[in-house]
């Protein structure tokens, strides 16, 4: 069970975090307004007051859960965690089996970031057997930073491959999207250093692998790209591993596919807000 200190100057740092980190509601119609209209027209108009704080928050670098967890982990010194503010926007904290809302806990960075990755996972595999995780203490949307608020992690409740959470949980798990402010990240890569490392040659009977990544505005995407020798010799074929049953037969055709939800990785690229990152370039023998 993670041993944690409840605040009692909880409204103070909440106020300072809101502050620092989330948009006023003028702040917001600003930099949101085309989200706010595309809404209205669709009859779902915006409630400042209603929306979860990463939803009112700036566009920070969205990041993996891994990622998150590794920032977190290397983290100095006990850490403060909060939750959305009343039970109208989610869940709050549950301690000695009392939900309390707008609570502010402090914690060691380790604890904290094994109890977030253990209840994560844990209640999606006991979700699949239509189970619940009884000892769970954290909300899914958690916002986590250090007493001086030079450092934020935030941990949604969503994640990017939503549509296997029936048929492959753990991998709709680990996509869980998540955003760091202030956290150093290594150096991006190009869409042409990207193109170029799938366009290296596979050794003789290996399958190149490429672990990649992308982040956009609300977004983020960890997937991996293989490449063969085809089976005729006399080309490659090219696949994303959460569709290894479509191939490709050239880089061209892999760039254009509408693999992302109705979008290419042409259309990603395109997109000026774009961050890649080359994670690992891999041999393996094929099966």
Same mark, same amino acid.
């Given at each position: 069970?993670?041993?944690?200190?409840?605040?009692?100057? !909880?409204?103070? /740092?909440?106020?300072?975090?809101?502050?620092?980190?989330? %948009?006023?509601?003028?702040?917001?119609?600003? =930099?949101?307004?085309?989200?706010?209209?595309?809404?209205?027209?669709?009859?779902?108009?915006?409630?400042?007051?209603?929306? #979860?704080?990463?939803?009112?928050?700036? @566009?920070?670098?969205?990041?993996?859960?891994?990622?998150? #967890?590794?920032?977190?982990?290397?983290?100095?010194?006990?850490?403060?965690?909060?939750?959305? @503010?009343?039970?109208? !926007?989610?869940?709050?904290?549950?301690?000695?089996?009392?939900?309390?809302?707008?609570?502010?806990?402090?914690?060691?960075?380790? &604890? *904290?970031?094994?109890?977030?990755?253990?209840?994560?996972?844990?209640?999606?595999?006991?979700?699949?057997?239509?189970?619940?995780?009884?000892?769970?203490?954290?909300?899914? &949307? #958690? %916002?986590?930073? &250090?007493?001086?608020?030079? !450092?934020? *992690?935030?941990?949604?409740?969503?994640?990017?491959?939503?549509?296997?959470?029936?048929?492959? @949980?753990?991998?709709?798990?680990?996509?869980?999207?998540?955003?760091?402010?202030?956290?150093?990240?290594?150096?991006?890569?190009? %869409?042409?250093? #990207?193109? $170029?490392? /799938?366009?290296?040659?596979?050794?003789?009977?290996?399958?190149?692998?490429?672990?990649?990544?992308?982040?956009?505005?609300?977004?983020?995407?960890?997937?991996?790209?293989?490449?063969?020798?085809?089976?005729?010799?006399?080309? %490659?074929?090219?696949?994303? &591993? =959460?569709? @290894?049953?479509?191939?490709?037969?050239?880089?061209?055709?892999?760039?254009?596919?509408?693999?992302?939800?109705?979008?290419?990785?042409?259309?990603? $690229?395109?997109?000026?807000?774009?961050?890649?990152? /080359? !994670?690992?370039?891999?041999?393996?023998?094929?099966?």
């Amino acid at each position: 069970m993670l041993n944690v200190t409840l605040l009692e100057n !909880h409204e103070e /740092i909440r106020k300072n975090f809101n502050a620092k980190f989330v %948009y006023t509601e003028a702040e917001f119609e600003l =930099h949101h307004r085309d989200w706010i209209e595309r809404n209205a027209a669709q009859g779902h108009p915006l409630s400042y007051d209603r929306l #979860l704080l990463w939803d009112k928050m700036p @566009p920070y670098q969205a990041i993996s859960f891994d990622r998150a #967890l590794a920032f977190l982990k290397g983290m100095n010194g006990n850490v403060y965690a909060m939750s959305e @503010p009343t039970r109208e !926007h989610g869940q709050g904290f549950t301690i000695e089996g009392e939900c309390r809302f707008g609570e502010v806990i402090q914690a060691t960075p380790m &604890d *904290l970031a094994e109890r977030i990755e253990y209840e994560w996972y844990e209640e999606r595999r006991l979700g699949v057997l239509d189970q619940y995780l009884e000892d769970a203490m954290l909300p899914v &949307d #958690l %916002y986590v930073f &250090d007493p001086s608020m030079e !450092h934020l *992690l935030v941990f949604t409740h969503e994640n990017d491959f939503w549509d296997l959470e029936s048929e492959q @949980p753990m991998v709709a798990a680990k996509s869980r999207y998540c955003m760091c402010e202030g956290f150093p990240l290594p150096p991006a890569a190009s %869409y042409e250093e #990207l193109k $170029a490392a /799938i366009a290296k040659s596979p050794k003789p009977n290996t399958v190149l692998t490429l672990e990649l990544s992308y982040a956009l505005k609300g977004y983020f995407r960890a997937f991996t790209v293989c490449k063969q020798l085809a089976s005729d010799r006399k080309g %490659y074929e090219y696949w994303f &591993d =959460h569709a @290894p049953e479509i191939r490709y037969t050239s880089i061209e055709a892999l760039e254009q596919a509408k693999a992302f939800y109705e979008d290419s990785l042409l259309t990603v $690229a395109a997109d000026p807000t774009v961050r890649f990152e /080359i !994670h690992s370039v891999t041999y393996t023998p094929k099966a």
